[in-house]
């Protein structure tokens, strides 16, 4: 089992649709969770932290953390065609692995017009 | 401000070759990772610094990889006697103290 599993996609979604992005991760002890966006061909840009259960929103974005599931999800509120890129989850947990992020393969996102 | 710059952006090397690859984080960010990306892949950890020390080096694949951080800014990764193998997109990235992770434009390498 891998430690940090996105599905590869592609996921596609009409403009203004709400985008769905998940992601498990097999460490219980992972305290904090990372969404990055990487366009193809560039390195990947933090869009959302997120280190409690619950929703934590920021514009257009809303994380959602489930610790009890081991999930967690990206929630992209009127879609644009400038969001489609891969969207890479990342988990870190201190306590067994220091700081260095555990990515998952990451899931293409497409908006399409 | 600026982000976190990386160099050369493209390197090419014969196989046998060293090569350094060098990071210079963003001003004050007290940690440095580094970390290499296959296509189609996400980001995999090799390093990491706190400061100037080597907080964990598991991800480093074999002997021939090293990092070092000597005045706790800019980094070298140094890939000694390169192989095809290891061509690949190194990523560093930099954090202050809350895990946040940014990250650099890469360095492109490609052993031939």
């Known amino acids: 089992q891998k430690e940090v599993e996105q599905n590869s996609g592609p996921l596609s979604v009409p403009e203004g649709a709400i985008a769905s992005l998940n992601c498990t991760y097999s460490d219980r002890v992972s305290q904090s969770f990372f969404w990055y966006r990487q366009y193809s061909g560039k390195s990947p840009e933090l869009i959302m932290s997120?280190?409690?259960?619950g929703d934590k929103e920021d514009g257009r974005f809303t994380a959602q953390l489930n610790k009890a599931s081991q999930y967690v999800s990206l929630l992209i509120r009127d879609s644009q065609p400038s969001d489609s890129a891969t969207y890479l989850c990342a988990v870190n947990a201190p306590a067994g692995g220091g700081n260095k992020l555990t990515f998952g393969t990451g899931t293409q996102l497409k908006v399409e017009l | 401000g600026a982000g976190v710059s990386q160099s050369p952006r493209y390197k090419v090397t014969k196989r046998g070759q060293d090569v350094a690859l060098r990071c210079d984080p963003i001003?004050?960010?007290?940690?440095l990772y580094w970390y290499r990306q296959a296509l189609g892949q996400g980001p995999e950890f090799l390093t990491y610094f706190n400061y100037e020390a080597q907080q964990d080096k598991s991800g480093l694949p074999n002997d021939r990889f090293s990092a070092e951080r000597p005045e706790g800014s800019i980094s070298t990764l140094t890939i000694q006697r390169t192989e095809q193998r290891d061509s690949a997109m190194y990523r560093c990235?930099?954090?202050?103290?809350?895990?946040?992770?940014?990250f650099g434009p890469g360095t492109r390498l490609t052993v031939t």
């Open positions: 997120i280190y409690s259960n």
């Open positions: 990235a930099s954090s202050s103290t809350n895990y946040e992770q940014y």
């Open positions: 001003s004050g960010h007290v940690s």
